[in-house]
């Protein structure tokens, strides 16, 4: 190099990218698994125990165990205990939503539950002041997700002739489930993700690790104490945990680092993250899984995406 050129400067935008770009793959995978779970004949429960099991082994083995228990006294490590009291409930309600009612209703759901934690954020956070752009994608976000989980007239009136009529005309309720635990998880992860609470990967490893661990532990002692929990272990079902632990790991990871490399408001990584994987779950719903939505479905993601697009702006 010639010593009369200085060296470039790092990019925390191209960081931010690729973690984003990574966070967006991941989740679109992760998602896609709970597609194929009932057509490769998993199990769903028991590969969700199986994969907060492999993913708290993961991330405890790379962030190193005496790191990780050093950490056990840390706020954020009593807060990640108690997010994973419901991170087994908020994950088998995330793979029914897939595989009831498919892949661009849950990632509408998921993402769009944002608003929540930013509402926490505009009263308790000074650096995420409130403006009209992220006031309207508030407003957007509830219609939109009831929108893009909904049926028109005429397919409720299909529905009615066949049995399981009353599941599809409640089917609102696994989206709205899945909306409040998913933006009660966000409101966690973002709230320490800040450098007071996370200084290095290693944090960021034993921050996952915690949750994770927490509904392994939840998972396994059911599996122990209720008997109608007995697990049914089979190779696909094992197989299919254990890669639904390994992109759970790295979505979280990615998602964390992003934080770290922002060059905005931490606020700012939410949406971009979120518009990227609602776009990416939809058209992999389409194209390799036939998912054909509604007009009003279709209005739903019109307002989803509309929303996602003025919290960018708003940043």
């Not at 909904?150 to 397919?155: L, N, R």
């Not at 290693?202 to 921050?207: N, P, V």
């Amino acid at each position: 190099m010639d010593p009369g050129v200085a060296p470039a400067h790092f990019d925390p935008s191209f960081a931010v990218m690729i973690s984003l770009g990574l966070c967006i793959l991941l989740s679109t995978l992760m998602f896609s698994c709970f597609r194929l779970f009932p057509k490769m004949k998993v199990r769903l429960e028991d590969a969700i125990v199986i994969n907060y099991m492999v993913a708290a082994v993961i991330s405890i083995g790379i962030a190193g165990p005496s790191h990780a228990l050093s950490r056990l006294g840390e706020v954020s490590s009593f807060a990640g205990a108690g997010m994973g009291l419901i991170f087994l409930y908020m994950f088998r309600k995330i793979g029914e939503c897939t595989q009831q009612l498919g892949l661009g209703v849950v990632a509408i759901a998921t993402k769009m539950s944002m608003v929540l934690p930013m509402i926490v954020f505009i009263v308790l956070d000074p650096t995420d002041a409130f403006s009209w752009h992220k006031g309207a994608a508030i407003g957007l976000a509830f219609p939109a997700v009831w929108l893009a989980s909904t049926q028109g007239p005429k397919h409720s009136s299909r529905q009615s002739a066949s049995p399981g009529a009353a599941a599809q005309t409640a089917s609102w309720v696994l989206p709205a489930i899945v909306f409040a635990g998913s933006g009660l998880i966000d409101l966690g992860f973002g709230w320490f993700s800040s450098p007071d609470h996370m200084s290095c990967d290693a944090d960021r490893l034993t921050f996952a690790s915690i949750p994770f661990t927490m509904a392994a532990l939840i998972g396994v002692s059911r599996w122990v104490a209720v008997p109608r929990c007995a697990p049914q272990l089979d190779k696909a079902t094992v197989l299919g945990g254990i890669i639904l632990g390994v992109i759970n790991v790295g979505t979280l990871f990615f998602l964390l680092s992003a934080y770290e490399h922002m060059p905005l408001s931490r606020s700012a990584i939410v949406p971009m993250n979120n518009l990227g994987v609602v776009l990416a779950t939809s058209l992999a719903g389409m194209l390799f899984f036939s998912e054909r939505p509604s007009l009003r479905n279709l209005g739903g993601w019109a307002l989803a995406t509309t929303a996602l697009i003025l919290l960018l702006q708003s940043n």
